[in-house]
């Protein structure tokens, strides 16, 4: 039962608003003693031309409380306390019949949402800041997934530009060929950065580059093979990455993929009149919207990184017919983005009011000894295999005999890293620290995860239930504020989509694990006499259980039976 809108149908028989109007107006008092729902009456004052709490005090009187424990009214709020025991039989028996589509629906169906997430720049070491729009782009697709939105996940692959003629030349000069096959990033690094150290020497390089740039862009035989070469070495090392995540796409189409895409971009542009000459570079001025003018080909006739983006935003649009293009990047790309939406706008595209960019903060180390290979850039498979075995280590402190170890190990450690980056608001920084990261206590995934298992473990041991529940057994404080949180776990959901903020089902999902072990540290479930109110509360731990296990699957977690 929805006692929202319970509580919003019972209000609309006595006032003129629509339902939604006044479902927005219901608030969740910050204490339970004052309800569970109230709603404020000052907005009614002006209509009934009476002071808030008399409207509060006459509705409170009216109203038809069938449902709920009672109505009360205070100040000019109008309280509603739900009646306890259904709401409790409620909630757990459609948690336990739902199981693991608990807390979804169908509100986004025959929508398609384009998610662009992950998108690393080939031959570059795939850094920790990678991680960060893997984890939210990942996760945001799997909750609009479970609304019933049809997610096309798309990594927009740095495949393209300058850059691979200064690659090519590099490699025809200097590459360790047994290096390359061995550590192939590590490699293509190394003779890119040689390439600028001495292009500074020999200013020549740079047209040497640039040659090679332009015969891969006219197809020859030999730079497209190098090209294709270093693009499938480097993708065989994000897929280590993208397996020890669990993390998959729909879509390869990086930005290569508009290289004969964009010429008819440019084309479009120019016919509509945007296209500026601006000292030998095209672009599309913008300065009516106090933004630098978006650069659609440079002086030499190369188009660049906003052109490519540009041909994917249209390429999608016409593909998937999207009714949100969806790109985790950074938020120093913010302007970019701003300055594409707006060209795409201004070639009267209306469905660039469609296309977001959802941001995203900097990843920061509080902890300097975090084992770094070279330069500052920590590479994201060093990150998650020292999480991996150092919470080997806290296993082998804490429960050595446990089976299985090394599996748990990993999706404790590769989870703890994970829930780390979706734990607070998105655009802000992360200080990484292992040790807040990997604790068992605390704001953690470990804490979550090691409740879940915690939770297990109580289950196990009761074996099976049979037999009709009497919920009404479960009246302590503890257990009602528990399956209310249980309960609003599809309401995180929707919230987390209308921000695309996955940290708000990461912060639900603490919610609960505390609200979990507050219960358990205060009562117990399987050393209780009365053997109704035992079996009601196995009942509850297999529903806490099931959500702890839902919510973290939309972060993208595992989790682990016993730890
Ligand atoms: N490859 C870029 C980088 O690593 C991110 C690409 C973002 N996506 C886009 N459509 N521009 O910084």
Redesign the pocket.
């Known amino acids: 039962m929805d006692y929202k809108k319970l509580v919003a149908e019972r209000i609309k028989e006595h006032v003129d608003m629509d339902l939604e109007t006044i479902e927005r107006f219901i608030e969740i008092p910050p204490k339970s003693d004052m309800g569970d729902f109230a709603f404020p009456c000052f907005q009614l004052s002006k209509v009934f031309r009476k002071a808030p709490n008399i409207i509060a005090g006459e509705l409170k009187e009216k109203i038809n409380k069938e449902g709920f424990e009672k109505v009360e009214n205070l100040g000019p709020y109008l309280n509603f306390f739900m009646d306890k025991s259904s709401f409790i039989k409620d909630t757990l028996e459609k948690i336990l019949e739902e199981k693991d589509s608990y807390g979804s629906s169908f509100v986004g169906e025959g929508k398609n949402v384009v998610v ?1 997430y992950s ?3 080939i031959a ?1 070491p795939f850094h920790v ?2 991680l960060f ?1 893997t984890a939210i782009g990942n996760s945001l697709y799997k909750i609009l997934s479970f609304q019933g939105y049809h997610c096309i996940g798309v990594n ?3 495949d393209w530009g300058t850059q691979f003629g200064k690659l090519i030349s590099a490699y025809k000069r200097w590459v360790d060929e047994e290096a390359l096959e061995k550590e192939p990033i590590n490699e293509l690094l190394r003779i890119y950065v040689k390439f600028h150290e001495e292009a500074e020497k020999d200013p020549s390089l740079e047209d040497e580059a640039r040659m090679h740039f332009k015969k891969l862009e006219d197809g020859s035989e030999e730079e497209v093979a190098l090209w294709k070469r270093f693009k499938d070495l480097s993708l065989k090392e994000f897929e280590k990455v993208y397996d020890m995540l669990g993390v998959k796409f729909d879509s390869y189409a ?2 290569s993929f508009y290289s004969d895409k964009m010429d008819a971009v440019v084309e479009e542009i120019d016919k509509k009149g945007l296209l500026i000459d601006s000292n030998g570079a095209k672009v599309v001025m913008l300065d009516e919207y106090n933004m630098p003018p978006c650069i659609i080909k440079k002086a030499d006739g190369a188009t660049i ?1 906003a052109t ?2 540009l041909a ?1 935003a249209i390429y999608r649009k016409n593909t998937y017919d999207f009714y949100k293009n969806i ?1 985790v ?2 938020t120093p ?1 913010a302007l ?2 701003k300055q ?1 939406f707006t060209t795409l706008k201004l070639m009267g595209y209306d469905w660039a009011e469609n296309c977001k960019h959802v941001g995203f903060g900097l990843v920061k180390f509080a902890d300097k000894k975090l084992s770094t290979r070279k330069g500052d850039v920590v590479l994201l498979q060093d990150l998650l295999n020292e999480a991996v075995e150092k919470t080997l280590q806290v296993i082998n402190e804490k429960n050595p005999s446990l089976e299985n170890k090394e599996e748990a190990a990993k999706k404790i450690g590769i989870g703890a890293v994970i829930f780390t980056y979706l734990k607070n608001n998105r655009e802000r920084d992360i200080v990484f620290d292992w040790k807040d990261m990997l604790s068992f206590d605390g704001e953690t995934g470990p804490y979550v995860q090691y409740t879940y298992a915690r939770g297990k473990s109580v289950l196990r041991k009761a074996g099976n239930v049979e037999g009709k529940i009497d919920y009404s057994k479960l009246n302590t404080p503890e257990e009602f504020e528990l399956v209310k949180l249980l309960q609003g776990f599809q309401e995180s959901i929707l919230m987390a989509i209308d921000k695309l903020e996955p940290s708000i089902v990461t912060r639900y999902v603490i919610e609960v694990a505390k609200a979990f072990n507050k219960f358990y540290n205060l009562h117990s479930v399987l050393n209780v006499e009365d053997e109704e109110l035992k079996k009601a509360r196995i009942k509850m731990v297999e529903a806490t259980c099931q959500v702890i296990k839902n919510s973290l699957n939309l972060l993208g977690i595992d989790t682990v039976e016993k730890m």
Request: no cysteine; charged share 20%; glycine share 16%.
């Open positions: 662009e998108s690393p720049n570059k800041g990678h729009t927009h692959l740095g990086g930005e990184y490519r983006d994917a790109y990047v950074g790309q970019h983005f594409i």
